[in-house]
C-alpha cells in the first residue's frame, strides 16, 4: 500500500519568507510525527500528535515553528521568517500507535522535504 | 549530554568481514531499542529492535546491556548492499513517550 508521503520533495526559498510542508500519513495511522535531520547532525525530533490528544511540541525549536493536523490526517509544519539555519530535511512518520503508550509499533517515514533557505 | 552517543565511524571493511556498532543512551528509564538504516539521501528504515536478551535477524545481531546503558549492532558476512549509515535509536519515556531520540549515525561502506 501507499506509505507515508510528503510536499514538496524539494523547497528553497529566501531568508524572511514563510514556508508550508505537508505531510500525508499512511491511511488509518493515528500517530504522526515530524523531526529534521541536519547535514551531519542525527534526526531531531519536532513535534508529535496522537490522536485527539494535545499534540507534544516540546522539540520545535522556536516559535516560527507551528503544525497541525486537520481531521486526524494530513499535517502541515509551518516556518516562518525563515532563517538559514532551518535549512535542513524534514521527516514526517505515522505509526499505527493509538495512545501513547503503545510504544511497540514502528515508525514509517516518508521520503521528507529538503528546504534550503538562501 | 545527548539522549544517544554513537561510534562516529566511518566504517569501511571488505566484503564478508565482520563489522560491529556501538551506542550508549543517557536515560536509564528507557524501555526501546531499535536500529534503524538510512541509504544515501533515503529516509531511515527499521532495521530491527533490540530485546533484553539480545536478538539475531539472519546476519544481524543487537544486544543489549541495560547496566552500561549499551547497545551494539554486529554485522556478520557483511555484503555491498549493507552500505548505509545505521542510527541507534532509543524510545521516550515519561513525559517524552511516543518520541524517538535517534543517534548521529554510523556510515558503514563495505567494499568488493
Known amino acids: 500500500g501507499a506509505g507515508v508521503s510528503q510536499s514538496p520533495s524539494n523547497k528553497v526559498t529566501e531568508k524572511g519568507k514563510d514556508v508550508e510542508l505537508r505531510c500525508d500519513p499512511i491511511s488509518g495511522h493515528t500517530a504522526l510525527y515530524w523531526y529534521r535531520q541536519s547535514l551531519g547532525q542525527g534526526l531531531e525530533f519536532l513535534i508529535y500528535f496522537q490522536g485527539n490528544s494535545a499534540p507534544d511540541k516540546s522539540g520545535l525549536p522556536s516559535d516560527r515553528f507551528s503544525a497541525e493536523r486537520t481531521g486526524g490526517s494530513v499535517s502541515t509544519l509551518t516556518i516562518q521568517r525563515t532563517q538559514q539555519e532551518d535549512s535542513a530535511v524534514y521527516l514526517c512518520a505515522s505509526s499505527l500507535s493509538r495512545r501513547r503508550e503503545e510504544t511497540w509499533y514502528e515508525q514509517y517515514f516518508g521520503p521528507g522535504t529538503r528546504l534550503t533557505v538562501t | 549530554r545527548k539522549e544517544v552517543e554513537q561510534d562516529p565511524g566511518p566504517f569501511n571493511v571488505p566484503e564478508g568481514a565482520t563489522v560491529a556498532f556501538n551506542c550508549t543512551y543517557s536515560n536509564s528509564a528507557s524501555q526501546s531499542f531499535f536500529w534503524y538504516r538510512q541509504d544515501c539521501r533515503k529516509e531511515p528504515k527499521l532495521l530491527m529492535s533490540?530485546?533484553?536478551s539480545g536478538n539475531e535477524d539472519g546476519r544481524f545481531t543487537a544486544q543489549l546491556n541495560r547496566a552500561s546503558q549499551y547497545i551494539s549492532l554486529l554485522i556478520r558476512d557483511s555484503k555491498l548492499s549493507d552500505s548505509a549509515t545505521y542510527l541507534c535509536v532509543v524510545k521516550g519515556r515519561g513525559s517524552t513517550l511516543g518520541r524517538l531520540y535517534f543517534g548521529r549515525g554510523t556510515q558503514l561502506t563495505v567494499w568488493p
Open positions: 533490540v530485546y533484553s
